[in-house]
Nanobody
Framework: QVRLVESGGGLVQAGGSLRLSCAASGRTLSVYGMGWFRQAPGKEREFVGSITWNGGTTIYADSVKGRFTISRDNYKNTVYLQMNSLKAEDTAVYYC?????????????????WGQGTQVTVSS
């Protein structure tokens, strides 16, 4: 099992940027697709984006497309979520997750290991 730790969350004004990191220990991430999800208070966890094992393909939710970018550094065993042009509706706890295989998957069922999450708050 891999341990995932998210960092980089915080409070930012609307229009600002944040970069989240997801560092892994206990297992290499280099053969797995990775995903980012978020959960706002009172709402279900929702897909944000995902990246294939080698970074060759990324997919995004329509709500973040063009504003968020996922990348990874397999040497550092770390995945990133660059968030630009943040909006108040992006406020949520953000989670990274390890996929069951090498592909990018757009639903929670495709992931086995989850981090504890990092809070992102966007003030309007």
């Amino acid at each position: 099992q891999v341990r995932l730790v998210e960092s980089g969350g915080g409070l930012v004004q609307a229009g600002g940027s944040l970069r989240l990191s997801c560092a892994a220990s206990g297992r290499t991430l280099s053969v797995y697709g990775m995903g980012w999800f978020r959960q706002a208070p009172g709402k279900e966890r929702e897909f944000v984006g995902s990246i294939t094992w080698n970074g060759g393909t990324t997919i995004y939710a329509d709500s973040v497309k063009g504003r968020f970018t996922i990348s990874r550094d397999n040497y550092k065993n770390t995945v990133y979520l660059q968030m630009n042009s943040l909006k108040a509706e992006d406020t949520a706890v953000y989670y990274c997750a390890r996929g069951r295989g090498p592909s990018a998957i757009g639903n929670t069922g495709g992931y086995d290991d989850w981090g504890q999450g990092t809070q992102v708050t966007v003030s309007s």
